[in-house]
């Protein structure tokens, strides 16, 4: 595993944004063993300015912090840029996480959590889908978009949508196959990479926040179709080919 | 609108009877108005009796006066008349009866002599009572008695008579009879009876009308104040009744109020104390998880390092290690637990097929299984949806599992799910150990062990029960044990297929089916494809395990 981080070029960038200094001191030696570079925040109202500074690929958020809020922080972060955000939490059972996962946050990792698990997170964030597993086409349709693969961008009417690196693989999941409906279970596995079942709040919040980004109506979806009892599905394509 | 013909089919006789144990002014109304009924008969009865005999004493003592002034006339009649023949007497006599007749309106004259009678009149001998005839005829007094006078072609009106005897000298004794008729006086007491009746039904309907007025004003307040109790009961602390004047419906009213308040204050204390308690939860929560994430991690990496290390060292790590799992899980399920005294857990509801989430849980502790050389085996009959939520459902499967397979002694494992229209069950069932069956509660308790001189070689925090227990009332369902010494236990767990059913039985037996009927019959047989059932016996003891978990159903929650 490590063997993939360190041939990826430059050590990719962690920003640990948490006011626990022997935590933080923690992960550093862990993220640091782990092939990553950390730069470590210790207060919400510095963190942002941090995020500008150090351009990490990926920031680990706590969410009570001194200063600004875990959640305010985040969306400060989401409203800049795409960068995968995984929330460090204590507090699992609460709105807290899905007022993070709100916030933009991708991921969340609940303490106490395994050295590994976090690793794992990370991980799977840095690492982008597969540019194709089964289909060598570049551009896919869904609804009346169309996606570009290895562009990694969406377009409505030559009109590109940003969307974060998550958002993005949610919605190339879904269209790659239009014709299947995929459980809560299923795009946690593809998307999240949790082999075991985990929250499913992850799936319900990230469709949403993708919705309200490609739909038209994003009161009556029409991309992303939800299937009552099973999941969601792609929405019947426009333009057949 | 829909129980109404219900009760009418059923038991419309008993409504009335139920009308009159619940509304007091009803019952206050009806008593004051038999009460007044009879206290009003009762008066008039008297009152009539009063009137009746004044006016007929009157009546009496004139006609006396009266009958004795005529009989005296008509003696000095016959005193003084000249007798010269014997046909003479008849005319005198009936002369002197029409001449009294027509005198005096008031009454008419019958004379009786020697077997003939005279009348001046219409009225008939008939109306004089022989027995009063005798008694006149015997003396020479003046008497007088009530009858019935009859009359030649009238109907007969109640009246007096009068008799007496009268002697003519030298032709012997007459009796004459005055009859006086009560016609006025009848009519004056049929008059006052109308009264006295028409007066006793509006004073009824008058009285009863003011009890209705007066238990109206009683009740009014009464059941506001039992609406404010209700409205209180309901959680609207704020209500208050309204206080007008001083009486003791007031004072009611007062200390309604009174009393709602202080509970007001007392929910809100404990609410508060609830808050404090939740917010101290979470923030020790916080507090905890974080240093402890930082030991979780440091100990990894002393872990991963342990064969470095010189042997105590190592074996020091390895202790940190898991014993730190041990740590994490009973803080984890302490916090849970306090979140539950805290009254500080909500349900997130959805439909599952159950069988989904037990599969996955199964799935989930093969390897645990395996290390504890048990086979787990799944039985089901059809689907098993019902509304839960999926993580505590789960949790409390993975409790019961695991406890079987730790107590499970290499013995097999079945798990049953089964389902009817209201409801879901599924029963873990191991032939290990076992627990006696006064234990069948206390295995729910906090901490508790089943033998306390055991070694604690396997897991578990002593509070995975108790909390699948919370987890398990929380969705309106029942968890309930069964165990005998060495013929295993088993765990069932029912839950409504809608969140706020209420259950009222569980579609599984409390007590396994491998005791009950002869291999795996199902028992309650008919609904439902079985894959279970053996056909051959359709007598099996159906009624035995039906009664047995109804015995206990009822228990735990």
Same mark, same amino acid.
């Given at each position: 595993m490590s063997e993939t981080t360190k041939s990826a070029g430059p050590r990719s960038r962690v920003l640990v944004v948490d006011d626990d200094a022997a935590l933080a001191e923690m992960l550093s030696i862990v993220l640091r063993n782990e092939g990553f570079e950390p730069i470590w925040c210790a207060h919400g109202d510095k963190a942002f300015s941090a995020f500008k500074e150090a351009k990490p690929d990926l920031v680990l958020l706590d969410l009570m912090l001194p200063g600004r809020d875990g959640v305010d922080v985040c969306r400060d972060i989401r409203a800049e840029s795409g960068v995968p955000i995984v929330m460090l939490t204590a507090k699992t059972d609460t709105i807290d996480v899905v007022e993070g996962l709100e916030a933009g946050a991708d991921d969340y990792v609940a303490k &106490?959590?395994?050295?590994?698990? $976090? #690793?794992a997170r990370i991980?799977?964030? $840095?690492?982008? @889908? &597969?540019a194709s597993e089964d289909l060598d086409v570049e551009t896919l349709r869904i609804g009346d978009l169309s996606i570009s693969v290895d562009g990694?961008?969406?377009?409505?009417?030559?009109?590109?949508?940003?969307?974060? &690196?998550?958002?993005f693989d949610l919605l190339l999941a879904l269209a790659r196959r239009p014709w299947q409906v995929f459980s809560r279970e299923v795009l946690l596995e593809q998307v999240w990479g949790y082999r075991h079942a985990a929250d499913t709040r992850l799936v319900n919040v990230h469709v949403q926040r993708l919705r309200s980004k490609i739909e038209r109506d994003p009161e009556h979806p029409e991309i992303v179709v939800t299937v009552r009892g099973i999941g969601y599905k792609a929405g019947e394509t426009a333009q057949v080919r | 609108m829909v129980s109404i013909p219900r009760i009418l089919k059923s038991h419309w006789w008993r409504f009335p009877i139920t009308w009159w144990w619940r509304s007091l002014p009803l019952r206050v109304v009806l008593t004051e108005f038999l009460a007044s009924v @009879?206290? #009003?008969v009762l008066g008039g009865f008297l009152l009539m009796q009063q009137a009746t005999i004044g006016v007929i004493d009157g009546k009496k003592e004139t006609a006396k006066n009266e009958a004795r002034q005529a009989i005296n006339t008509a003696q000095g009649q016959l005193d003084a008349a000249d007798l010269t023949g014997e046909v003479n007497v008849d005319k005198l006599l009936l002369d002197l009866a029409t001449g009294f007749a027509s005198r005096a309106q008031q009454y008419e004259v019958i004379i009786i002599a020697r077997g003939q009678t005279i009348t001046a009149g219409n009225a008939v001998s008939k109306s004089i009572p022989p027995l009063f005839r005798k008694q006149v005829e015997q003396s020479n007094d003046l008497w007088m008695t009530s009858t019935q006078i009859e009359y030649r072609g009238r109907p007969s009106v109640a009246g007096l008579v009068a008799g007496a005897t009268l002697t003519l000298p030298g032709t012997g004794r007459y009796q004459i009879y005055l009859l006086f008729p009560l016609t006025q006086e009848v009519a004056t007491l049929v008059v006052l009876r109308y009264a006295v009746v028409t007066t006793g039904a509006i004073l009824v309907i008058l009285l009863t009308f003011i009890a209705a007025l007066v238990s109206r004003q009683v009740v009014t307040p009464v059941r506001a104040a039992r609406r404010a109790a209700e409205s209180l009961a309901s959680g609207n602390l704020r209500d208050r009744m309204k206080v007008h004047g001083q009486d003791d419906l007031a004072r009611?009213?007062?200390? @309604?109020?009174? @009393?709602?308040?202080?509970?007001e204050k007392q929910i809100n204390t404990l609410e508060e104390l609830s808050a404090v308690q939740q917010r101290f939860v979470s923030d020790v929560s916080h507090e905890l998880r974080t240093p402890l994430t930082t030991v979780r991690m440091a100990s990894e990496v002393l872990y991963e390092a342990r064969d470095d290390f010189d042997p105590v060292a190592a074996r020091s790590a390895e202790l940190l290690q898991n014993e730190l799992d041990r740590f994490e899980a009973l803080l984890s399920d302490l916090l849970e637990i306090s979140r539950f005294d805290a009254g500080? #857990?909500?349900?997130?509801?959805?439909e599952v097929d159950l069988?989904?989430? #037990?599969r996955r849980v199964v799935d989930a502790n093969v390897r645990l299984a395996e290390t504890n050389n048990t086979e787990v085996t799944v039985h089901e009959s059809g689907e098993a949806k019902a509304e839960v939520d999926t993580r505590r459902i789960e949790r409390i499967l993975r409790n019961l599992l695991v406890n079987a397979i730790e107590h499970s002694e290499g013995h097999p494992i079945d798990i049953l799910i089964e389902s009817d229209e209201a409801a879901v069950a599924i029963a873990v069932r191991d032939h290990g150990v076992g627990f006696e069956a006064s234990q069948a509660r206390q295995v729910f308790h906090r901490f508790w062990r089943g033998d306390a001189a055991r070694a604690r070689t396997v897991g578990g925090t002593g509070l995975g029960l108790a909390i699948a227990m919370e987890d398990a009332n929380l969705h309106g369902g029942w968890l309930t044990a069964w165990g005998r010494p060495a013929m295993g236990a088993q765990f069932r767990l029912t839950l409504p297929k809608k969140v706020g059913a209420i259950l009222e039985t569980s579609p599984l037996p409390l007590v396994p089916r491998d005791l009950v009927g002869p291999g795996g019959t199902r028992f309650d047989g008919l609904e439902a494809p079985a894959p279970l059932a053996a056909p051959s016996s359709p007598a099996s003891p159906a009624p035995a395990p039906r009664r047995a978990a109804a015995e206990t159903t009822a228990s735990p929650s």
């Open positions: &106490p959590f395994k050295a590994k698990e $976090l #690793v991980k799977t964030r $840095l690492r982008r @889908m &597969p990694h961008s969406v377009k409505r009417d030559g009109v590109q949508i940003q969307l974060t &690196p998550l958002e | @009879m206290v #009003v009611l009213a007062t200390s @309604m109020n009174y @009393m709602a308040s202080e509970l500080a #857990v909500q349900l997130t509801v959805e069988r989904d989430l #037990v």
